[in-house]
T-cell receptor, first 115, second 119 residues
Framework: AQSVAQPEDQVNVAEGNPLTVKCTYS??????LFWYVQYPNRGLQFLLK??????LVKGSYGFEAEFNKSQTSFHLKKPSALVSDSALYFC?????????????FGGGTRVLVKP | GAVVSQHPSWVICKSGTSVKIECRSL??????MFWYRQFPKQSLMLMAT?????????EQGVEKDKFLINHASLTLSTLTVTSAHPEDSSFYIC???????????????FGDGTRLSIL
């Protein structure tokens, strides 16, 4: 079975400060990892993914994430947060070895960036 | 980029009504589409996986006769909530995966969701 944990329900950060949203995962095969962002009454927007290759992945809107195999983590980061980054963020994992496997989401982390 | 269109975005209807939600992939063919339900301040709960030309695969606890899924073409899947009741009120989100190439490497693309309110 695969699972994702986002230990923080909410993260508060001042505009201009670094933002980190934590994610740890568990999967039996190769992890395919994704970050999505959700704004109110909207679907999920894809931010970035890790499939293979460099552990540091760069994505949309200045976000990046670092894959750490030993810690089974895939934390999302942004060097300088904007008020417009306030939203709900979801980490997700899929087992790369299982064809057609489903995406499993974490519980989500609400980010509030204060001006 | 890949776009998934979901319609309608908001539905308010009386108890007992059946409601159909459409999910279309606009610029790619989606052999697989997914239907999720999201409760307030919670994560997405996968309801079913819709495969083009075959029956949908429902997650445990999801009533297939209540939530009818049809995936008649590579760009369209529909979810029909039959005889809806207030407890069916929720935010429903569809998602599609691009079936080209190494599909499992590709991210799922999500529609903007449908907020269903049953009175």
């Amino acid at each position: 079975a695969q699972s994702v944990a986002q230990p923080e329900d909410q993260v508060n950060v001042a505009e201009g400060n670094p933002l980190t949203v934590k994610c740890t995962y568990s999967v039996s095969g190769n992890p395919y990892l994704f970050w999505y962002v959700q704004y109110p009454n909207r679907g999920l927007q894809f931010l970035l993914k890790y499939i293979t290759g460099d552990n540091l992945v760069k994505g949309s809107y200045g976000f990046e994430a670092e894959f750490n195999k030993s810690q089974t983590s895939f934390h999302l980061k942004k060097p300088s947060a904007l008020v417009s980054d306030s939203a709900l963020y979801f980490c997700a994992v899929r087992d790369g070895k299982a064809a057609g496997n489903k995406l499993t989401f974490g519980g989500g982390t609400r980010v509030l960036v204060k001006p | 980029g890949a776009v998934v269109s979901q319609h309608p975005s908001w539905v308010i209807c009386k108890s007992g009504t059946s409601v159909k939600i459409e999910c279309r992939s606009l610029d790619f063919q989606a052999t697989t589409m997914f239907w999720y339900r999201q409760f307030p301040k919670q994560s997405l709960m996968l309801m079913a996986t819709s495969n083009e030309g075959s029956k949908a695969t429902y997650e445990q606890g999801v009533e297939k006769d209540k939530f009818l899924i049809n995936h008649a073409s590579l760009t369209l899947s529909t979810l029909t909530v039959t005889s809806a009741h207030p407890e069916d009120s929720s935010f429903y989100i569809c998602s599609a995966r691009d079936g080209r190439g190494q599909g499992s490497n590709q991210p799922q693309h999500f529609g903007d969701g449908t907020r269903l309110s049953i009175l």
